[in-house]
């Protein structure tokens, strides 16, 4: 063959998913090892959201609701939005692609932070657009070097808050402040996938800030069924924007690209409000008790208000996550981020906290890095 591929699609480094327990398990030859790599929910999905799945088994043969009617009324009644301010994706990163296929052009400008989450970038570069990166600022997007790169050519900045991998977020003001310098035609967009973990004085007004636009730039709100909800497997998100970008992006959206289990299970999900703050509160109690005990261990952990900690492990983040490997748990190195002497742990359940914290301190002093 001789095949003209183009260069921005020979520079795109494959997105690296995080080992899973049966790859692990069939490498090492080991069992009962524990996943805390992939900022999950450790405790599943709400019990009324499998029975909801188990009973819509039956209609697979027929094609989903292409406009996923039911869902987006849910969403729609719980938020408070209009159904047309709502776009669902076949998990959030496909509405990230929405935007990138929608309003960049080979030569736009897109802004994002590094580290952050590594798809923003890798859809910019598919699509021939400018990837333009600000580093981290005290482990936080620095809003004044971003709004200092807005040029004419920028189309989207994208912010992740909480930020992934850190954990850490902005303070609300901040943020309002930085919104208020921005051109009217750059479209800010707010990855929230961990929203729903932050405390409350520190989560933002989404509803104001996408209906009041007047003399500011536009905001998209990114949320996901992945984490909370836990519903990763199915692969669904959405946006919340005004109706004039939500129409932009319904027109490059797919037809069908909600699956109908998809579909059935978020509204399940979505109206178990009682299972939702469960995982709330089990998710930040966790949090916080590994914050304490791993500090305790000797090492720096980054506050975090998500469901997982960035922690500075005194030595080679690598080295000690194939240590871990070894004991049967599986964490997230931070080389790839460059924070090469960091790994990221995601909260789990109470026994999978503890087997972590065993297996962790047990390496550390193996590798005498404390």
């Known amino acids: 063959m001789k095949l003209h591929i183009p260069d921005n699609i020979v520079a795109v480094k494959p997105y690296p998913p995080g080992k899973t327990q049966a790859e692990l398990e069939r490498e090492y030859?080991?069992?009962?090892?524990?996943?805390?790599?992939?900022?999950?929910?450790a405790w599943g999905p709400s019990p009324k959201v499998v029975r909801a799945l188990r009973s819509a088994l039956t209609a697979i043969h027929r094609y989903p609701d292409s406009s996923s009617h039911e869902l987006v009324h849910g969403l729609a009644a719980k938020l408070g939005f209009d159904v047309d301010e709502i776009v669902l994706g076949n998990g959030s990163n496909e509405v990230i692609e929405f935007l990138v296929k929608a309003f960049v052009r080979e030569g736009d400008?897109?802004?994002s932070s590094h580290p952050s989450f590594l798809m923003y970038q890798k859809f910019v570069q598919v699509h021939g657009g400018e990837n333009y990166i600000v580093p981290l600022k005290d482990m936080c997007h620095d809003l004044k070097v971003i709004q200092e790169?807005?040029?004419?050519?920028?189309?989207?900045?994208?912010?992740?808050n909480p930020?992934?991998?850190?954990?850490?977020?902005?303070?609300?003001?901040d943020l309002y402040t930085f919104f208020s310098k921005v051109p009217e035609s750059v479209i800010i967009v707010l990855d929230e996938a961990y929203v729903d973990f932050m405390d409350n004085d520190?989560?933002?007004?989404?509803?104001?800030?996408?209906?009041?636009?007047?003399?500011?730039?536009?905001i998209v709100s990114l949320r996901t069924f992945s984490k909370v909800y836990g519903l990763p497997g199915l692969r669904i998100g959405y946006g919340l924007m005004s109706r004039e970008i939500a129409g932009c992006l319904n027109k490059v959206r797919q037809p069908f690209n909600i699956n109908h289990m998809a579909q059935v299970g978020a509204l399940a999900a979505l109206e178990d409000n009682e299972y939702y703050q469960y995982i709330v509160?089990?998710?930040?109690?966790?949090?916080?008790y590994l914050h304490a005990?791993?500090?305790?261990l000797g090492c720096t952990v980054y506050p975090s208000q998500a469901n997982f900690l960035l922690i500075k492990v005194r030595g080679v983040g690598q080295v000690l996550y194939e240590a871990l490997l070894h004991r049967g748990v599986i964490v997230r190195p931070m080389g790839a981020y460059g924070f090469s002497d960091c790994i990221r742990v995601t909260v789990g359940t109470e026994e999978e906290n503890a087997r972590f914290l065993e297996e962790f301190s047990g390496c550390l002093k193996d590798l005498s890095y404390v």
Do not use: H, W, Y
């Open 109 to 111: 400008e897109v802004i």
């Open 29 to 41: 030859g080991i069992t009962g090892s524990i996943k805390l790599a992939s900022n999950e929910n």
């Open 149 to 160: 790169m807005i040029s004419e050519k920028t189309r989207l900045v994208f912010l992740d």
């Open 281 to 288: 509160d089990v998710t930040r109690q966790g949090r916080a």
């Open 202 to 218: 520190k989560q933002l007004d989404i509803f104001s800030l996408i209906r009041n636009t007047k003399g500011r730039c536009p």
């Open 293 to 296: 005990e791993v500090e305790s």
């Open 163 to 173: 930020n992934n991998p850190t954990g850490t977020s902005l303070k609300p003001l």
